[in-house]
């Protein structure tokens, strides 16, 4: 298993930014993902979840009506787009995928984001 | 909806080191455990309150006990310092919640 992700920078207040992660070594189409975040020197936050099929998603309220996450399991490939940046959202991001322990059981190296005038 | 730990544990060399986490849905949604160690990614220790994943040391272990989970290492060692966090899920189980994090500090 394995998840690289990538799409992070820097990028000013309001603006948007689209991550993705890219999937291999498993069939995608069969987990459930996830997005967790990290702000520097913080702890771990959930920020979005997508069903396998891309049907159900679910989002922490503080991104609700702001992130969306998606997925194209043709291209093994999961996405959040991140619109309205705050600073408050300057944190690595992580992909994470389902296993049969844990709903985040494999992990990313994450992508840095830091919203930032 | 939150879970709380606390901040940080210290502890000897092969003293025993416990965690808790406590939170009001935590008796009807699973809890679960994860390490990280600095500039890596987390790592599931204990996963539905007391199952450990295969590859993980048998020191490590969880406990349940009402609105309270607690991850016990015992005979710690320098290697297990690092960032522990909680994790679970809100009563309608679609909404994920990691405590605090605690950091464990090995003496």
């Known amino acids: 298993v394995q998840l690289v992700e990538s799409g992070g920078g820097v990028v000013q207040p309001g603006r948007s930014l689209r991550l993705s992660c890219a999937a291999s070594g498993f069939t995608l189409s069969s987990y459930d993902m996830h997005w967790v975040r990290q702000a520097p020197g913080k702890g771990l936050e959930w920020v979005a979840g997508i069903s396998y099929d891309g049907r159900n998603e679910n989002y922490a309220d503080s991104v609700k009506g702001r992130f969306t996450i998606s997925r194209d399991n043709s291209k093994n490939m999961l996405y959040l787009q991140m619109n309205s940046l705050r600073r408050e959202d300057s944190a690595l991001y992580y992909c994470?995928?389902?296993?049969?322990?844990?709903?985040?059981?494999?992990w990313g190296q994450g992508t840095l984001v830091t919203v930032s005038s | 909806y939150e879970l709380t730990q606390p901040p940080s544990v210290s502890v000897s060399p092969g003293q025993t080191a416990r965690i808790t986490c406590s939170g009001d849905?935590?008796?009807?949604?699973?809890a679960y455990w994860y390490q990280q160690r600095p500039g890596q990614a987390p790592l599931v220790v204990i996963y539905k309150d007391i199952e450990r994943p295969s590859g993980i040391p048998e020191r490590f272990s969880g406990s349940s006990s009402g609105t309270t989970v607690t991850l016990t290492i015992s005979g710690v060692r320098a290697e297990d310092e690092g960032d522990y966090y909680c994790?679970?899920?809100?009563?309608?189980?679609?909404?994920?919640?990691f405590g605090g994090g605690t950091k464990l500090t090995v003496l």
């Open positions: 849905a935590l008796p009807i949604q699973k």
């Open positions: 994470a995928r389902e296993g049969a322990v844990a709903a985040f059981r494999y």
């Open positions: 994790q679970s899920t809100d009563s309608s189980g679609t909404l994920y919640i």
